[in-house]
């Protein structure tokens, strides 16, 4: 009897999670497990008494939930993915509806919703934030694919999402085809920079100041009260408030080697692809690199010597810098997540709703914090700005934190602690506040070596030329073409 209202397939945590919320909002769901002992497992345990019904082959999957079918597909990324949709495919009819709710690249769902589409059915690749505990009580979830099947799956995705304040569910419509997974990796590379910049403050809290692990605490509780208070800070004040069996800090004995699970590349790869200057991020992602190559660092930090150690004068004051350089670095990790988002829209001729997306990131998901807010009033204010950081309200925040981000920078350097993330986001900000750049230079150089060509200070834009710089190199220049 066909009695489910969605359907979802592979109940690993997220799954199982997903599944127990959807029930929990009143929804009766079908479940399907590659490893069928696994849905034994959780409909007799989990699952046990609630609106869920355990399928032991896809035929039944399928016959267990209402036309059009909806079904979730929880598997991990890549191979596993493309087969679970042909599986599908041999047991679904048109008009159905495949929702990927992993973390998949955005091409793959491009290339899956024209695949899926042209079977006659209907395919969403969509984001899910929130780890394990969000997808139990309410995740960030970022739709996007074929536009026909949001009004579909919405009642079902709006119902399982976080609320904010009003009741506004963090999910709604992001557009066609790839965008919402396109979303959703950018709200990761976001995250892999909020965290490195977190883990850099704290670095130069223990090294620079000397700070004790319940000095940290008080002041990453202290920050969540105020302009920082979001997921990642109040988790970071719980951690360095753990202590381990025998009462010194947790945090301490956790080898320093950060794994990933891609996403962050793959937003610094779209980045130099789409030509944006996605710093922070990519800073966030190679400070990780850098951090598995752990025997090679204990070697060098035998072989170099490290500067003598100046702590600032001032520990309250410096700890107020710190503050103020970690919001601005914020800032510009969102500027330059929104510039990747603008110019894959302009790609791929989606219709993003920055402010909207904004929203869908303020509650549920791990970048949530109350900063979002800023970002949705500043799109709602004009939709088409062109950086964040010239909205008023970001204006004010860098000008507050120029002189305070500048002296954490300082220190950083002086005291021999690397702050990658903190020091390219000062880095693009003086880049982008520069009416003048020393690329008059670099173009130079490459008319001189490949006669590339350049354009003047004293002509109109789009007129290129060529100079004969050695007297001996001709006048043909080559090709010219803009990233």
Known sequence: MSNADIGLIGLAVMGENLVLNMESKGFTVAVYNRTVSKVDAFTQGRGAGKKIVGCQDLKAFAAAIKRPRKAMIMVKAGEAVDETIEQLLAVFEPGDIIIDGGNSNYQDTIRRTAFVESKGLLYIGTGVSGGEEGALTGPSIMPGGSPAAWPLVKPVLQAIAAKVEGGLPCCDWVGENGAGHFVKMVHNGIEYGDMQLICETYDLMKNCLGLTYPEMREVFAEWNRGNLNSYLIEITRDILGFKDDDGQPLAEKILDTAGQKGTGKWTGIAALEFGVPLTLIGEAVFSRCLSAAKSERVQASRVFSSPKQVP???KK?????????LYAAKVVSYAQGYLLMREAAKEYRWNLNYGGIAL??????IIRSVFLGKIKEAFDKKPDLENLLLDPFFTGIIEDAQASWRRVAAAAAQNGIPAPA??????????YRSERLPANLLQAQRDYFGAHTYERVDKKRGEFFHTNWTGHGGSTSASTYTV
């Open 312 to 314: 600032p004068a001032d």
């Open 317 to 325: 004051a410096f700890i107020k810098d710190l503050e103020k350089a």
């Open 422 to 431: 903190l020091t390219s986001a000062l880095a693009y900000f003086d880049g």
């Open 360 to 365: 869908m990131w303020r509650g549920g998901c």
